[in-house]
């Protein structure tokens, strides 16, 4: 899979998971509902970390293919 696919389907989690965590946080406080406002909270997380590894991979690979472009002899 591309790197823009991974980047597309991390930021569909991200929205997924806040979706669920406003639907949590609208339900009366019971342990299930904090179990599902947890659940959808590590959710967000872990994709919002996938978003900004993918963002920094794919600058990364801007900016190699800048320098190529460029000639420049310096690794980045």
Do not use: C, F
Not at 7 to 22: G, K, Q, T
Not at 32 to 58: F, G, H, P
């Amino acid at each position: 899979m591309s790197l823009g696919k991974h980047l597309d389907e991390a930021v569909n989690r991200l929205h997924e998971a806040s979706y669920r965590i406003e639907e949590a946080r609208e339900k009366a406080v019971t342990p299930e509902s904090l179990r599902d406002w947890l659940a959808a909270l590590t959710d967000y997380s872990t994709a919002l970390a996938d978003v900004q590894l993918l963002n920094n991979e794919s600058i990364h690979e801007k900016l190699h293919a800048l320098a190529e472009q460029i000639g420049a002899t310096a690794r980045l």
